[in-house]
């Protein structure tokens, strides 16, 4: 779909159907809507009083124009109560609306945004109407064959606005949307592919597509390059797939030369049945999403340099399969990680930790200025805080604040756990330094305690993305399945550390 802004007035501009906001327990239309309704002889307040909508979040009803302007339709959105309306609200009601556009078979509609009253800035605005329309119509489609032609796709979007300073500032703030939920797109690709056809290797060449970027390089190193590093906790968990494990590092040199980087880890399980300690079966298929943090990760490191942001970033991203098999690695077990500390094997099923401990260790190496991991890590987490939230924990306040903030500005919230010092002693072995696994209790805490072991000195923010990142029921503008979660949030985040970095 192609995204364009253009000067005008929704009552001039010629479009298959214009999206309206309709706020709840409103009878009176004001500003631009009321002018609307004006061209088109009450025929917006008429279709409020009779009740065919109401303004409840979400609720869409489209009707013809009957000539009234040149659009032939205009698709109304409840966008809840007025006082209630949020940039998050904003890309729902937005999505609900292009959805409904499609159903309609329709292959263009526009909006305004003087229709969408809320106290942010215009850039904000004119981005969460790009987020919403965009991200609310992905559709993961390339294995249907079946009445592959009925298929309804949108072409074209266009947002218009009469006012010249509102182009001028919200033009670049819809490209800069158009970029990250391309990304989006990216990501939720990658994680709603099957095992099959994302392997460690085929993710090792979706990193290919993102290096062909400008300032950005790319080092897949394999199986032996590991054992030279001693990153045994990774080939581990790798040894019981036959397929080849990948260690994916991806930088990114926006910055000045001697600034240093921002390192984010991603976790990049392409498959996971649990290993020996072999999940249920039940849901296991979607098992294929356990490389999303990953998948965040390179379509983070894609939107920044598509913006050209001003940072320094390394994506690393290690990427195998866990299986059981004759060669995998077995409860019991003891691996010497790539930082020398050794790790007794509780459960082969926790095992997300088990390659990010020599990621992480790998990450120090470039003397980051903060590291970032985000890992489809624990159950636990979704009973802590269900599917709509990221389990944030880490060693340093001033980054857990600016990941909430950007958490906050993105809708892609974080809420933060407790890391204190005696979640420590669940993971104390007895015959190594630690154990994968500290029990029940706790889960996803001593599973980032278990993390923190490994990150140095340097400032960190684990975030447990286990929940949102594959969705059993729709969210507004967010399908069934791979969410992409994260890349808004790292991306927003960059952004915001490229501000700091100016000053």
């Known amino acids: 779909m192609k995204i364009y802004m253009k000067k005008g007035t929704v009552t001039n501009f010629k479009s298959e159907a214009i999206v309206v906001p309709i706020f709840q327990k409103e009878k009176r239309l004001s500003g631009a809507m009321e002018l609307l309704d004006k061209k088109c002889n009450g025929l917006i307040e008429e279709i409020i009083r009779g009740g065919d909508i109401e303004g409840k979040h979400l609720q869409v009803f489209p009707t013809h124009t009957r000539g009234c302007i040149p659009a032939k339709r205009i698709v109304l959105v409840g966008a809840g109560k007025r006082k209630e309306f949020t940039l998050d609200k904003l890309r729902g009601a937005v999505a609900a609306a292009a959805r409904e556009v499609r159903s309609l078979n329709l292959k263009n509609f526009s909006t305004s945004l003087e229709f969408y009253p ?19 119509l992905y559709r993961f489609l390339p294995y249907k064959t079946v009445e592959r032609k009925e298929i ?14 509102v182009l001028r500032t919200a033009m670049p703030a819809v490209d800069e949307a158009g970029i990250i939920a391309s990304a989006v797109y990216f990501a939720r690709d990658m994680a709603s592919q099957p095992g099959n ?22 080092k897949v190193y394999g199986e032996g390059w590991m054992k030279k590093m001693g990153m045994n906790a990774f080939l581990g968990v790798a040894k019981g797939s036959d397929e080849p494990a990948k260690f994916i590092v991806l930088e990114y040199r926006g910055g000045k030369m001697n600034a240093p980087f921002i390192a984010l880890v991603g976790k990049g399980l392409t498959f996971d049945s649990g290993g020996i300690s072999l999940k249920p079966a039940e849901k296991m298929d979607e098992m294929k999403s356990d490389m999303a943090g990953g998948a965040a990760v390179m379509g983070a490191l894609m939107a920044a340099a598509d913006l050209r942001l001003k940072v320094n970033v390394v994506g690393l991203v290690p990427a195998t399969e866990n299986l059981p098999g004759g060669r995998a690695y077995k409860p019991g077990d003891v691996l010497k990680t790539m930082s020398g500390q050794t790790i007794e094997i509780i459960s082969t099923d926790a095992e997300g930790r088990m390659i990010l401990v020599d990621a992480l260790t790998y990450a120090g ?6 590291i970032i991991d985000l890992a489809t890590l624990t159950g636990a987490c979704v009973i802590a805080l269900g599917e709509n939230v990221i389990g944030m924990m880490g060693t340093d306040d001033a980054l857990k604040e600016k990941i909430r903030k950007a958490g906050d500005e993105t809708g892609e919230r974080v809420w933060e756990l407790p890391l204190w010092e005696e979640y420590n002693e669940l993971i104390k072995s007895d015959v190594a330094d630690y154990k994968n696994s500290g029990g029940r209790p706790g889960g996803a805490i001593t599973a980032a305690a278990l993390l923190g072991k490994f990150v140095g000195k340097y400032p960190w923010v684990h975030l447990d993305i286990a929940g949102p990142a594959w969705l059993s029921k729709e969210r507004p503008y967010i399908p069934r399945g791979a969410s992409g979660v994260g890349v808004r949030l790292l991306v927003q985040f960059l952004k915001n550390w490229q501000q700091k970095e100016k000053h």
């Open 118 to 136: 809320l106290e942010q800035t215009i850039d904000q605005i004119a981005r969460a109407v790009v987020e919403g329309a965009v991200l609310g």
């Open 152 to 165: 309804r796709e949108i072409e074209e979007f266009v947002i218009v606005d009469k006012r010249d300073a």
């Open 365 to 370: 190496r470039y003397k980051p200025e903060a």
């Open 197 to 218: 056809e994302m392997t460690p290797t085929d993710m090792a060449n979706e990193a290919r597509k993102v290096a062909r970027r400008n300032n950005v390089a790319l």
